[in-house]
């Protein structure tokens, strides 16, 4: 074990945690483009988006200016439950590479969802209860996000309702039930409760569904439902700026002793932990103060960044939802059964798609076997279990860590461990038992997504 001076985890005082989350926006030259109304395709306002999110929340989603935004103390109260959460230097993890290069991972799977999930959560959760609503509505997909919304609504005592996609309900029976236990209502999506779900089944009998398709059955089940908004746990700037806390807190571990980092990775699905994590170094890269590289990581099989094209397009399966610039694959593109890794939206955060088409990120992407095969090599040294979604990231962490053995650099690389993979167990089966494939979209397959995307005059 190494004598370094830098403790094997770096824990903040309570008293050091931000008390303001940090929206990057506000310091973004070119501002993310504004999200559309699909029939006017007109900029949406904040009153039309109170319909869809609380009050508080389409405030936030269309607030560009404000660069700090105060933590509400009951939200604060919460965090202090399971935060700050851990910068981890992971010494044996570099002892097992060999590498000169000094990796710190920040963790955020130490709470019962297994995810950052939680800390926007809670966040969307208090504005609904502060605005006096009864419950909300949401999707989940493999089912971080309706468990963290579940615990923050029955801590606050509001009413849950989840769409969950129907492969994951039947794959993760204990997901579902961790959220039943938290008081949510959780339904297999598509289903036959909304409009969109009865059409989707007409159209496709027997679907697997998809997040696109669960998205439309939440928004309409909250449409329907008096005193009721729909939440959603990733993409959105609101998300962003929630998850601005892991930043932040980032960065204040690695000032209290003086690190700099050289190169900053994450997953990335929607891009809400990596866009939370890279917010406040961005800002400092826009400011000058910086000069960091900046790594988004993807599946193979979901290749928005890498693959995608920068353009408006639909949210959501049913169209429902504002129309909303960024790399995407297109709404119908839904990847392979076959990948077992998360990570599976087709569109991706407006801001880090700004951020990625001004090159202050770059973007690259891994196949799953290679994912697996970092998540064991990580689990067995540094002994949390990844989530299959954390793994990305540090399949790349470990790919720079062993690139600086090649050419004897010392960098220092941070990355975003985003969750633990408990639930993941069937994947983790399928890479212990030597079936897991990749599966990579081709070309012809993203171009006819593409080409459903709506035509939008610049
Ligand atoms: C949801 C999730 C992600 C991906 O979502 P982002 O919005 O891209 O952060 C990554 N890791 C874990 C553990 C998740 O639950």
């Known amino acids: 074990m190494s004598t370094n001076q830098i403790p094997y985890k770096i824990y903040l005082e309570e008293s050091e945690m931000p008390r303001a989350w940090y929206n990057v926006r506000a310091d973004m030259t070119n501002k993310p483009a504004p999200l559309l109304n699909p029939q006017t395709l007109k900029p949406v306002t904040e009153e039309a988006l109170s319909h869809i999110f609380c009050r508080e929340l389409a405030r936030q989603e ?13 939200v604060w109260d919460f965090y202090r439950m399971y935060r700050p959460s851990p910068l981890v230097r992971a010494y044996c993890l570099e002892d097992r590479l060999g590498t000169p290069a ?228 297109g709404s119908g593109f839904i990847p392979s059964a076959n990948h077992a890794g998360g990570l599976r939206y087709h569109g991706m955060s407006s801001v880090v798609s700004q951020l990625y088409h001004d090159g202050l990120l770059e973007a690259r992407s891994v196949e799953q076997t290679a994912v697996f095969q970092a998540a064991t090599e990580f689990a067995r040294v540094e002994g949390i279990l990844p989530a299959p979604e954390s793994s990305h990231a540090i399949r790349v962490a470990i790919d720079e860590a062993l690139r600086c053995k090649e050419t004897g650099q010392e960098k220092t690389i941070v990355f975003g461990l985003t969750g633990t993979g408990y639930f993941d167990m069937y994947a983790y089966q399928r890479f212990n038992d030597g079936h897991m494939t990749d599966a990579i979209p081709t070309d012809a397959e993203i171009a006819a997504s593409l080409a459903q995307t709506p035509r939008v005059p610049e």
């Not at 269309?62 to 009951?74: A, E, G, M, T, V």
């Not at 492969?167 to 579902?176: D, L």
């Open 62 to 74: 269309l607030n560009d200016s404000d660069p700090y935004i105060p933590i509400p103390q009951p």
């Open 102 to 329: 000094h990796i710190y991972y920040k963790f955020e799977g130490n709470n019962t969802s297994g995810s950052h999930k939680l800390n926007s959560a809670i966040a969307q959760a208090y504005y609904a209860k502060e605005q006096g609503l009864r419950g909300v509505t949401t999707e989940t997909g493999a089912g971080q996000w309706g468990t963290a919304l579940s615990m923050a609504c029955a801590y606050l005592e509001l009413d849950c309702q989840v769409y969950m996609v129907k492969v994951s309900y039947e794959q993760k029976p204990f997901r579902r039930e961790v959220m039943r236990t938290y008081g949510a209502k959780v339904t297999p999506s598509p289903s036959d409760t909304t409009q969109v779900g009865r059409e989707i089944l007409a159209r496709f009998p027997g679907t697997g569904g998809s997040l696109g398709c669960a998205i439309s059955e939440a928004v309409e089940a909250a449409g329907r439902q008096e005193g009721y908004r729909y939440v959603l746990g990733s993409v959105l700037n609101q998300v962003l700026l929630h998850q601005s806390v892991i930043g932040l807190e980032t960065k204040a571990a690695l000032d209290k002793y003086n690190i700099t980092p050289d190169i900053i990775i994450g997953c990335a699905g929607g891009g809400s932990n990596l866009g939370g994590l890279i917010s406040p170094f961005i800002g400092q890269k826009l400011r000058g103060e910086l000069d960091c590289q900046i790594i988004a990581v993807e599946p193979a099989s979901c290749p928005s960044l890498t693959r995608g094209s920068y353009v408006y397009d639909y949210c959501d399966t049913g169209r429902v939802c504002p129309l909303m610039k960024m790399y995407t694959l």
